[in-house]
């Protein structure tokens, strides 16, 4: 459903992504980690329009999406979840939640009210503007308005960010559910979150593919932590 080929990243003289080939099949949640700098964000920011593919191409659904602008490929239902959120300070949760009917370019998605069953601690917050939510709140604000704009694909960075635990535990359980519907890709620094909900992951260092393989096979710590130091002959497909 996603298929990227030899992406490559680079600012300037950084390069920040090089040669990554990566698939999300339909079906599947998929986990993309990695130490900091190795490139996870730059590689969904690639895919999402918002910096330049230097080479290599993205494929949504066998159509070639690479350079496209982050908006038509948000109406392509390509809907990324950033890092940080993102959420609108000064609308309320349920208007910030209506926000993402821009981006549903008339495709069926998930209610507002479809949200408030899925994530009820956001019900009481309905009116609250977003500046007075906490990080976990906007997290769930954020793949709230990410589900309204009807995702065939959801793009996730590092939804754990600066979450106590019992929040992880909150959104995750979140995910899990969303992911038996729609696709993910998500990027963690959080690897035990992520691997409980992924069915595959690939780890990214210094910008390259390090290691790759089932959820169950990173779970074998000793490889997980040789490519997050950068041993490449870690790797396995
Ligand atoms: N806008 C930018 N301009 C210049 N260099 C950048 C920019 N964004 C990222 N980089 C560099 O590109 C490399 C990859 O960064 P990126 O943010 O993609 O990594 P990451 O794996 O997401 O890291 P983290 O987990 O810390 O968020 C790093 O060396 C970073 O310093």
Known sequence: MLEITGLCV??????????????????????????????KTSTLHAVSGLVPVTRGTVLFDGADITGHSPSEIARRGLVHVPEGRRVFPSLS?????????????GRKGWTEADVYDLLPALVPLRDRAGYALSGGEQQMVAIGRALVSAPRMLLLDEPSLGLAPVVVQAVYGAL???????????????????????????????????LSGTADELGDRDSLLASFLGKRDAAHA
Do not use: W
């Not at 992504?17 to 490139?39: I, S, T, Y």
């Open 176 to 210: 899990a559910r969303i992911a038996a519907d729609v696709p993910v890709l998500v990027v963690e620094q959080n690897t035990v979150a992520a691997l409980k909900l992924c069915h595959r992951g690939f780890v990214l260092s210094a910008g390259r593919l390090a």
């Open 10 to 39: 680079d600012y300037g003289t950084t390069r920040a992504v090089v040669g990554l080939d990566l698939r999300v099949d339909a079906g599947e949640a998929v986990a993309l980690l990695g130490p900091n700098g190795a490139g």
């Open 93 to 105: 949760v349920d208007e910030n939640l209506r926000m993402g009917r821009i981006a549903a370019a």
